[in-house]
């Protein structure tokens, strides 16, 4: 059994993970379940995933919101990676490294698939962890990369771009007219990006909303764009982003093209040049599956 921290990252390639979450999807559909169980505000979820053929992976979370007050991260725990033929733990593996690569992973898979292959101008909305890794994942695709980054903080967005050698932005109409590839990486609850200001030809990367009530593209998105999902089964009924547009009728299910179990048909891509698409990545613990069996991988060389 081994432990495998944040210092097996050298070691890691975001090109290698996105091809192995598309051999994941090969596999039988994953078997997933959520628990939660509360003490006041704070929660113990639990994601659990079993894929014949690759593995179990139980990854319990605990979520104290007091503990940025106490210089603590809020959320904890670790990602328990057992055997398929013997149920035997081979793996505890830290549950910030399978986070951070599982979530930049998975959008990251849906850029491949999706973005323009000439597609240079990238834009970030937001300026936190999951925004940081993006730029790691879309330099792994693009190497020569143009990366402005947005946030409602100027301060957070100028940081950021300090440190990674890309360029803040204070307007956000003109950057995201001028984006070829867009990701969104915020808490927010209702759109900070419009479809209307999307230019023919871009890709656009969901990724914060994860809540009910959560939205981070607008109606005129929808409409306007192919959509795709990483995973019905973990946007459909849950989060903001594609209920509510359900609910309200401006989409229907159909009008979801394809989710990452389409990818061997080879459902999950661009057709044209000039078509807007937009992937909303929902996550889902038989993503921190493939990742966590993955890291493994590259822990046993």
Partial sequence: MQIIGPDIEPQLDWIALTDALAQGHE??????ADSFLYRGDDTLLTRSAWIDGLGLAIKPAAIFPGNPRRGLAMINGVVNLLDDVTGELRALVDFHLVTKWKTAGDSLLSARRLARPDARRVL???????????????RAMIPDAEISIWNRSPEAARALADRREARAVADLEPAVRDAEIIATATMATSPVLHGEWISPGTHVDLIGAYRPDMREGDDELLRRARLFVDSRATTIGHI????????????????????????????????????????????GAHLDLMTARYILSAAEG
């Fill in 124 to 138: 970030l909305i937001g300026a936190g962890h999951v925004a940081e890794s993006m730029i790691d994942a879309y």
């Fill in 27 to 32: 596999l039988p559909r994953a078997e997933v």
């Fill in 240 to 283: 903001g982003e594609i209920q509510i547009p359900l609910d309200a009728g401006t989409i229907r299910e159909s009008d979801i093209l394809a989710d990452f179990y389409d990818l061997p048909a080879g459902a999950y891509g661009r057709r044209s040049d000039d078509e807007i698409t937009v992937a909303k990545n929902g996550g």
